[in-house]
């Protein structure tokens, strides 16, 4: 029989994390974060990441495990969940994986692909081109050459846009071919569960008042410390963090504080939305309102049944 896993899946500020603690006062799960900006030390606003009170109530794996000046990957999150996932299973609990970075869902669930990895020297010469005639431009060509994906990505977008170019670079293919090609199938039977609201202008709210909530907090000065204690630039990972990117363009003097509220709350929603598409793509996936009151009871419910109709306990 497939070691089960439960998946939690859903935009930013839909309340996975506290859905995912109450989940684990029910049942033998154990939490892995499924989060690409969790995995950075120190970085603690702006990812909203859980605090030491919550942690000490249902601890989360792959939190805190690398530096702001370090890079992670989808490859690299697939190696570690798969580990945990065999580690948890013997130990008679169930995987509960919760968080909102659907290309790591995507690469679990899927099986990886032969992406490569990243070339410095590829990527300081698409930024170059990209200082000349800009990131929509680049997102056009982009459309050229593979408009599957072009079209999953907004003209903005520079990271994403970036590695599509980049791909096709070193593999002369482009990313969605490469996304299609056989792969692996996982030895895992997933349960996929996704928090979506009813009312987008609702979640747009509690974007909204997460990053006011998040500046009150200290993100400035949280960035600020990281940038004086570690050799970081706007183009690593980490800083390309939603939050991060503008509290930096703020530190640098670029962005007003009002430019750096309205900025980070445009980019928060723009990745709740790319967050949502991924979603909608997913198959058997089993969704509930992110808003409904009774949410934490009725994910339990369902839970409880999926246990029973498999026999996973």
């Known amino acids: 029989m497939k070691q089960p896993v439960i998946l939690l899946m859903g935009p930013t500020a839909s309340g996975k994390t506290a859905v995912a603690t109450s989940l684990v006062q029910e049942f033998p799960f154990e939490i892995v974060s499924v989060d690409s900006a969790l995995v950075f030390r120190h970085m603690n606003i702006g990812t909203a990441k859980p605090d030491a009170s919550t942690l000490a109530l249902a601890p989360h794996h792959l939190i805190d495990i690398i530096d702001p000046d370090q890079s992670y990957s989808a490859g690299r999150f697939v190696e570690d969940a798969t580990s945990l996932i065999g580690k948890i299973g013997k130990s008679g609990r169930i995987p509960l994986l919760a968080g909102g970075t659907m290309l790591y869902f995507r690469s679990l669930m899927e099986g990886l692909n032969s992406l490569p990895g990243a070339d410095p020297e590829i990527r300081a010469e698409i930024d170059a081109l990209a200082e000349r005639i800009g990131w929509p431009a680049l997102h056009a060509d982009l459309a050229t050459f593979d408009p599957e994906t072009a079209s999953r990505i907004e003209p903005g977008d520079s990271q994403r846009i970036q590695r599509a170019h980049e791909v096709r670079r070193i593999t002369g293919k482009s990313m969605s071919e490469i996304l299609k090609e056989a792969k692996d199938p996982p030895p895992f039977h997933f349960i996929p569960i996704a928090l979506v609201p009813s009312d987008r202008s609702e979640l747009h709210k ?20 990281i940038g004086k204690n570690f050799q970081l630039d706007p183009a690593m990972p980490s800083m390309r963090t939603v939050g991060y990117r503008q509290a930096w363009q703020y530190l640098e003097g670029t962005l007003s504080k009002i430019e750096l509220f309205e900025k980070g709350v445009a980019a928060t929603r723009q990745l709740a939305k790319r967050q949502l598409t991924w979603l909608r793509s997913m198959q058997e996936v089993t969704s509930f309102d992110c808003l409904d009151p009774a949410l934490e009871r009725k994910v339990k419910s369902h839970i409880e049944k999926a246990i029973n109709c498999y026999n996973l306990l």
């Open 206 to 225: 509690r974007i909204a008042m997460r990053f006011e909530a998040m500046l009150k907090g200290g993100l400035i000065e949280e960035t600020e410390w």
